[in-house]
């Protein structure tokens, strides 16, 4: 039995509706939108079912980001995107792992609605560009300019250090040690002297308002925490090593930026309606 288009292609199109917004709550959404409407469709009239489809989450995502713009004004805090637990095997896909890394999705976050289609379609998708005008109504010679401007952008903020898996991990658990130990010193020789921690409590959370920069600060702020009081587990989140953290409080889920052997940039989700995607892993693929 030759399965449903919509269903075959089910984990990629959940994958560029996540990456358009940084939220799986929100990409289910449209996944729903978009089933609703392919269950309408004339499929005789469809001759490639999958350019339909991605076409479809496209122009619903960016509907979607619309209405998630004027939320995001009023929001609590940093907004950081809705990180997903995944398997090992999801890093073994350089390019995907990195595009749904919590560094590039925030890095993302800084384009407007149609640079981002456009950048997450053509340069992780790699979807024609003339499919990619289809699905952001725009010509395919304005789509190129888009996607030049997206690249430079997107290249002038994130990180040229490429890190390996092996290299990640070591760093996490030593991260970890340190944050056991509760030994300033221990973790300021694990951090960049310009590291840079952000928290997304989301108002229902306790989390800085604002980021904290400097390994002194940072450091500081993260020995002040009672120790006995969390459990740290390594996780895989968004492609790449983490850790997981529970306490009394509630819990968060932590992603690491590493450069040179050392951490750059923190993220640290507590906003508990953005942890609910820390038990079964997201089944992510492009």
């Known amino acids: 039995m030759i399965a449903d288009p919509f269903v075959a292609h089910r984990s990629l199109l959940f994958t560029v509706a996540y990456e358009m917004l940084g939220s799986a709550a929100d990409a289910e959404d449209v996944l729903q939108e978009t089933w609703l409407r392919w269950a309408d469709v004339d499929r005789s ?28 004004e009023e929001y609590v805090g940093q907004w950081l995107p809705e990180p997903l637990l995944t398997h090992p095997d999801v890093a073994e896909d350089v ?10 999705l925030t890095v993302l976050e800084t384009l407007g609605p149609t640079e981002r289609a456009v950048f997450v379609l053509r340069e992780v998708f790699d979807v024609p560009y003339e499919e990619v005008a289809e699905a952001v109504g725009k010509t395919p010679a304005a789509v190129r300019q888009i996607a030049r401007r997206a690249r430079s952008h997107i290249a002038a903020r994130q990180s040229r250090v490429s890190v390996s898996r092996s290299e990640h991990q070591a760093v996490v658990a030593r991260f970890v040690t340190a944050l056991h130990s509760g030994r300033i010193q221990d973790l300021m020789e694990i951090m960049a002297p310009d590291v840079v921690f952000i928290a997304d409590g989301g108002g229902l959370a306790n989390a800085a308002l604002a980021p904290v920069h400097g390994a002194d600060l940072v450091s500081a702020m993260l020995t002040g925490t009672d120790r006995a009081a969390f459990e740290t587990t390594a996780v895989w989140l968004n492609g790449a090593p983490a850790i997981r953290i529970e306490s009394d409080n509630g819990r968060a889920a932590v992603s690491l930026v590493v450069e040179n052997g050392h951490i750059t940039r923190i993220y640290a989700t507590s906003n508990p309606e953005k942890l609910t995607r820390l038990d079964e892993p997201a089944d992510l693929t492009r």
């Not at 469809?46 to 989450?57: C, F, G, K, M, N």
């Open 95 to 104: 390019e995907l792992a990195e595009s749904v890394s919590i560094a590039m």
């Open 45 to 72: 009239q469809i001759h490639d079912p999958r350019a339909y489809l991605v076409r479809s989450v496209t122009r619903q995502a960016l509907n979607r980001i619309r209405t998630l713009s004027r939320r995001r």
